[in-house]
């Protein structure tokens, strides 16, 4: 007969691990996150704790720290792990009791004078404590002192909107001044407490305070609605605010968009003489004497601009030097037919060379007006008058 397997020791957690809020069976959070490695070790990025002024806040802080890392309960209660846990699951403890300590040991630097004077011994070589810390802090923190409730009672009937980033922030610092002043016994009736809100809100718009001021003293407007008022607004204020940077950016972009040639908007001409987009496939020559492309070679050219050919003599006392806005009506299509410009004073060739250029839907940037422009602002035969 086969000897019975040897009995199995008792599972991890099977008797409390603490004290007697610990229930039999239960674990710490982060001890069931990790079995095989051991906790990393990260204290975290937390505010300083001042004291009171930002206690709230930065307690809010280490629980999502300590929810994060699975340590909160290090805090909630007195965490002890049994005899009887393996060594690998007491180092996983250890480690993890160590973290927790670190992360508010290293976020309230301020305030350790301020602990150690309400009798809180550091031994940085044995006691670290998370728990002890926490109930430490709890206790002595929002204890306020007489200076600073003075402090605190001055800063509240001398706020003003100016020193805050906006107005919600400086609505969220008078209310909050108002409930710790409350809580230290402090009463004051709602019509200073409006008085002092609205002050604090003149160098704002002193305009609409007025206005405030005389509802209040007509009895239309009450404490209640004075809240009201100034939350609608700050909510204003941050819509006009995000309004404004929305348009600015918009314009931004416009202006880069403007600015910025676009790849899509035309075709680099291949003669490295020109370089310019077209909107279309170029299929007349390049000329350098006009840096057009229109048909023909340089003897074209030179009737299209004969302003431009270096051996003709171009009169300057000619009527199309003189008034070339003439000639450019002379050439609108919209005053007279095509037909009619045949009559004009110039041979044939040269004419539907000119009519080769109009029609031609290769030429970019207007040049097919500037070359007809240049036709009849310049001389010709007027062997059909």
């Not at 309400?118 to 006691?127: I, N, R, V």
Request: some cysteine; aromatic content about 8%; hydrophobic content about 35%.
């Amino acid at each position: 007969m086969a000897n019975p397997p040897p009995p199995r020791p008792p599972p991890l957690g099977s008797a409390p691990i603490g004290s007697a809020q610990a229930p039999n069976g239960w674990l710490p959070k982060f001890m069931t996150m990790k079995t095989t490695q051991s906790v990393k070790f990260d204290i975290g990025q937390i505010q300083q704790l001042q004291g009171h002024q930002n206690w709230e806040e930065w307690k809010s802080e280490v629980a999502m720290t300590m929810d994060y890392y699975g340590l909160l309960d290090f805090l909630r209660i007195d965490l002890k792990i049994h005899v009887s846990a393996t060594d690998e699951a007491k180092e996983t403890f250890r480690q993890g009791r160590l973290q927790a300590y670190a992360i508010l040991r290293n976020h309230i630097k301020p305030v350790i004078p301020k602990l150690q004077a309400c009798g809180h011994t550091f031994d940085e070589f044995s006691d670290r404590d998370p728990h002890a810390l926490w109930q430490a802090l709890k206790q002595i923190i929002p204890a306020v002192s007489e200076f600073s409730k003075g402090d605190m009672v001055r800063e509240f009937h001398s706020m003003d909107q100016e020193h805050y980033d906006d107005l919600q922030a400086y609505f969220t610092r008078y209310n909050w001044l108002w409930a710790t002043i409350k809580s230290m016994g402090i009463t004051m009736d709602e019509y200073t407490r409006s008085t002092i809100l609205l002050k604090g809100l003149e160098s704002y718009d002193r305009h609409w305070v007025e206005n405030q001021r005389d509802l209040m003293d007509s009895g239309l407007l009450d404490h209640q609605g004075i809240l009201n008022k100034v939350m609608k607004l700050a909510d204003r204020q941050q819509l006009n605010a995000h309004l404004a940077v929305n348009k600015k950016s918009s314009t931004s972009s416009t202006t880069s968009t403007q600015s910025s040639p676009s790849s899509t908007t035309g075709i680099k001409c291949s003669d490295p003489r020109c370089g310019r987009m077209h909107n279309g496939k170029v299929t007349n020559p390049y000329h350098e004497a006009c840096g057009r492309h229109h048909p023909g070679g340089d003897a074209t050219c030179y009737k299209l601009h004969p302003e431009l050919n270096p051996h003709a003599k171009i009169p300057r006392t000619d009527s199309s030097s003189v008034n070339p806005q003439a000639n450019r009506t002379a050439l609108s299509f919209d005053s007279a037919p095509i037909g009619g410009a045949a009559n004009l004073a110039y041979d044939d060739d040269v004419f539907f060379s000119l009519m080769a250029v109009v029609d031609c839907d290769t030429c970019e940037d207007n040049s097919t007006d500037e070359m007809g422009f240049a036709l009849m602002a310049s001389p010709g035969d007027n062997r059909d008058q």
